[in-house]
C-alpha cells in the first residue's frame, strides 16, 4: 500500500469517468500557491481502475521557461514525441510509456513520483515529486534526479516523513519492474492509438479552472504550510 493515500476508494466510485478519447488536461499543480504550472492536454485512453492517458507527439502543452534575469513563467512547448501516461487511482507514481520517430519505437518506462491524481472538471490534477526511475524495454532500471530530490529533504523543502514515503513508494515499484508485474512487461509498449485520433487540445480554461490541491501538501511541502 502507498505510503501517500489519495481520496476514500468509496469517494473515487462515486465519481463521474471520462470515456476514451475525450479531451482533457493534467496539470502540475504548484506546492507555494497551488496553482497550474505545467500542463498537459490529453486524450484518455482508460478510466477506470486505471487511468490512462495519451500525449501525442506534436502536442502543444505548457512548461516552464525561465530568461536569464527574470522570473519563470509558462510557455507553449511542442511535446517531441508519444507518451502514455498510466495512472492509478490513490497512488503516488505515474509510468509514462515513450515512443520515439515515425516507425513509433519502444524506447523506455518512466516512473514519475507524484501525488496522488485528483479529478476537476477539466480532467486531474497531480504535482511532480523530483524522484524518477527510468526503465528500459528490457526492464533494466535506474534512478534518475536522486541527488536533486534528496536536496529537497536535506533543504527542508520536504519533511523528513515526507521523504521516506516517497523513498518507500519508489522501492515498491522497483519490486514490481524486478518481479515483472503489471504494467511492466504488460503489452502496453506495443500499444496504438486509434488512427482518427488527432493531437488534443488545450482546454481554454486549463489556467482559470480551480485547482483541487492535494490535501496532504501542508504535511509534505515545508514551504507550503
Known sequence: MT???GPPDDRRVKEPRWEPGDEVVLRYITRLDAAPGMTWPARVVRDDDLLALYVPRGTTAMAWHQPPGEG????????????????FPGEAHSVWCFWEGDERR??????NLEE??????????????????????DLAWAWKDMEEFEGLVT???????????????????IRDIE???????????????PPEWGP????PRW???????????????RDAR
Do not use: K, Q
Not at 200 to 203: A, E, F, I, T, Y
Open 106 to 111: 519502444f524506447t523506455s518506462y518512466y516512473v
Open 116 to 137: 496522488p491524481f485528483r479529478r476537476t472538471a477539466i480532467g486531474f490534477d497531480t504535482n511532480d515529486h523530483a524522484l524518477d526511475i527510468v526503465v528500459t524495454p
Open 179 to 193: 518481479a515483472r508485474r503489471a504494467p511492466f512487461g504488460a503489452g502496453w509498449d506495443a500499444w496504438t492509438p
Open 207 to 221: 489556467r482559470e479552472e480551480p485547482a483541487v490541491p492535494w490535501d496532504r501538501r501542508a504535511w509534505a511541502y
Open 155 to 173: 533543504h527542508g523543502v520536504y519533511s523528513p516523513e515526507f521523504g521516506e514515503a516517497v523513498r518507500a513508494e519508489a522501492e515498491r515499484v
Open 72 to 87: 519563470r513563467r509558462l510557455v507553449e512547448r511542442e511535446w517531441r514525441r508519444d507518451m502514455l501516461r498510466l495512472m
Open 200 to 203: 488534443p487540445r488545450l482546454h
Open 3 to 5: 505510503g501517500l493515500p
